[in-house]
């Protein structure tokens, strides 16, 4: 895999408007991607980074300043962002501790949600998943969140409503019998991460099932909708620490992980392939997460209006 293998790219610096002094100055790469798509066929890409939301149109070559469709301040360093069925943009923030929804010609709302990180639409149960954290991981009864809300529509005073919690098994004193590949020296260093450590990164669907990957630092839970219950799955993924991105392709089931292995970073410059094995250099190019490009229709929002 190289240059030539890229179907599309987004790079904001041929665009003016993320320039300095630009009305979207300040935008310095993406946290985290989708594609999308609309009752018509068209693809879009939905996309948070630096502040901003923003939709994209997605064409067969790199970006193009007219692709840009809608963009929205988040403020908060976005983490996640979602789209839901009437466009509405949704992010989650870890350092707003906020889940925030962004409505055309309204103002935001939002909902406290401590290092929000994860966010996925669930379109069979019309239920948005939003991952975070309740206390501090490193210390005894902190642990990860997984929260289910019902969207009730841009026009209610409340678009989101809670309707479900779970616990995701983050403690540290469940690490000693990890792998020794968990001996990182930042995470020797408890107190100056205590904001984050451990914690829930990312949400992604497996597709053919009603469940879905939840990856932190240090592990990958697998949670079963249907059976309601969270299973730690990283013998699976070798024990992967720091996994930032994870998807499964929806046609043959292949798994891309994308972990943090830049030493004083937080990206990587490989793909990692499971089912089946592989490796893939990317290039230098700081890369944060991993998505397949395709949609899986019981998991993708039914967008039926245009993204304006």
Excluded: C
Excluded at 79 to 106: F, I, M, N, T, Y
Excluded at 156 to 161: D, G, N, R
Excluded at 176 to 184: I, Q, T, V, W
Excluded at 209 to 221: G, K, L, P
């Amino acid at each position: 895999m190289d240059d030539s293998d890229w179907l599309w790219e987004f790079d904001h610096k041929v665009d003016s408007r993320f320039q300095k002094g630009g009305e979207y100055a300040g935008f310095n790469g993406p946290n985290d991607s989708k594609m999308r798509q609309d009752v018509n066929g068209n693809e879009y890409i939905v996309l948070t980074g630096g502040g901003f939301a923003m939709v994209i149109g997605y064409h067969d070559r790199p970006y193009q300043p007219s692709d840009l469709l809608r963009i929205v301040k988040t403020g908060g360093g976005p983490h996640a962002v979602e789209v839901l069925p009437d466009w509405s943009l949704v992010s989650a923030s870890p350092g707003g501790d906020e889940v925030r929804v962004h409505r055309s010609g309204q103002d935001d709302w939002t909902h406290r949600l401590d290092d929000a990180h994860g966010l996925l639409w669930d379109d069979t149960a019309e239920i948005l998943w939003a991952l975070g954290r309740h206390g501090s991981p490193r210390k005894s009864g902190g642990h990860g969140v997984l929260r289910a809300y019902r969207y009730l529509g841009s026009e209610a005073q409340e678009p989101l409503k809670q309707v479900g919690e779970h616990k995701v098994p983050t403690y540290p004193e469940q690490l000693k019998e990890l792998a020794s590949k968990y001996d990182r020296e930042e995470w020797k260093q408890l107190g100056a991460y205590d904001g984050w450590w451990e914690s829930p990164h990312d949400i992604t669907p497996i597709p053919g099932s009603r469940s879905f990957y939840i990856t932190t630092d240090a592990r990958v839970f697998r949670f079963d909708l249907d059976a309601g219950g969270i299973e730690d799955v990283s013998p699976k993924f070798e024990y992967l620490p720091e996994i930032k991105g994870l998807s499964v392709h929806p046609d043959n089931g292949e798994i891309a992980v994308l972990k943090n292995d830049v030493p004083g970073g937080y990206t990587s410059e490989y793909i990692r392939f499971f089912d089946p094995r592989g490796e893939r250099k990317v290039g230098a190019h700081g890369d944060y997460k991993v998505r397949w490009a395709d949609n899986d229709p019981k998991w993708t929002p039914a967008l039926k209006q245009a993204p304006v």
